[in-house]
């Protein structure tokens, strides 16, 4: 892929800059489709479990693709799918601290992960686990590299990042599935331009658990 990596692009300063806002959602977008597929239209679920900036590549118009495929696994709808813990740090669901049984939900946690390392610019680290619920304004997410979007885009991340929030849930069973996040993106295509500031609207981040 021309590009390389998504986590190679973000962290230089001209590709990351190139890499504007549009072309960020657009990204989230062709990322959510992918996982989509492989958790609903196969003819079993698949499992990536190391969905990272590191494994999403770019190609010169930066349509982006998953790659890295040795970690994955085949769900039995009708076995139990317990497995040896893998994956990257950082991006691994919570529950994987006490279970070893692989769902969707732990890749859906990553996706939440993968947006707001997109966004921000950077791994979100200590932002994942606050010790109690806690509300932050879209603008203080966001890669201060780039300039703020504009009103129009602004809206469609606003949304996206509310159900991103969601795929960071500690509950795995508080999470969307990838068909759900899909909705978002044809729900903010359709919806019309109000005179919100979503830069200045709070989002709810959920405490982790203790």
Not at 171 to 190: G, I, N
């Amino acid at each position: 892929m021309n590009r390389g990596s998504l986590g190679a692009t973000s962290n230089c300063m001209g590709t990351a800059v190139e890499m504007d806002w549009a072309r960020r959602l657009n990204i989230a977008r062709d990322v959510a489709h992918a996982l989509s597929y492989m958790h609903h239209g196969c003819f079993a679920p698949i499992v990536h479990r190391d969905i990272k900036s590191n494994n999403v590549l770019l190609d010169r118009e930066f349509k982006a693709c998953i790659s890295n495929f040795g970690l994955a696994k085949i769900l039995d709808v009708n076995g139990s799918n317990y497995t040896n813990l893998a994956g990257t740090k950082g991006y691994l669901a919570p529950e994987l601290a006490y279970t070893t049984r692989v769902t969707e939900k732990c890749d859906i946690y990553s996706f939440g992960v993968l947006v707001l390392e997109l966004f921000m610019g950077h791994h979100p680290g200590d932002f994942l686990s606050p010790i109690v619920e806690k509300t932050t304004l879209l603008q203080n997410l966001l890669d201060t590299r780039l300039p703020l979007p504009r009103a129009e885009i602004a809206g469609e991340m606003f949304q996206l990042i509310v159900v991103t929030v969601r795929c960071i849930e500690p509950d795995p069973s508080h999470r969307p599935t990838m068909q759900q996040v899909l909705k978002v993106f044809s729900t903010v295509e359709r919806s019309p331009s109000d005179h919100l500031d979503y830069l200045q609207t709070g989002i709810v981040i959920p405490a982790c658990w203790s």
